[in-house]
Nanobody, 115 residues
Framework: QVQLVESGGGLVQPGGSLRLSCAAS????????MGWYRQGLGKQRDWVAS???????SYAASVKGRFSISRDKFKNTVYLQMNGLKPEDTAVYYC?????????WGQGTQVTVSS
């Protein structure tokens, strides 16, 4: 059974940093790429970043150069380091497999960027 637990969100000022974590169970990291997604208030859920089984990373244009995805395959955990945060990064952040996520989602973690 797939279970995804995101954490690490919070309130941060513009220009600040946060590191999100996602503990994934029921997902085989050796055969699945993992991704981060986000959903702003009243908006659709969008892809943010992903990392392949060979640790190749890719990013949405809006976060490239500011965010960094990584993973620990021994802990079945994926991370998202977010630097240079902007108000438009405010959203609930979720992890899931990539590029086509499971229908099962975690509760997400809220990131709010505001002064």
């Amino acid at each position: 059974q797939v279970q995804l637990v995101e954490s690490g969100g919070g309130l941060v000022q513009p220009g600040g940093s946060l590191r999100l974590s996602c503990a994934a169970s029921g997902i085989d990291f050796s055969i699945n790429a993992m991704g981060w997604y986000r959903q702003g208030l009243g908006k659709q859920r969008d892809w943010v970043a992903s990392i392949t089984t060979s640790d190749r990373t890719s990013y949405a244009a809006s976060v490239k150069g500011r965010f960094s995805i990584s993973r620990d395959k021994f802990k079945n955990t994926v991370y998202l380091q977010m630097n240079g945060l902007k108000p438009e990064d405010t959203a609930v952040y979720y992890c899931n497999i990539a590029p086509v996520p499971y229908d099962t989602w975690g509760q997400g973690t809220q990131v709010t960027v505001s002064s």
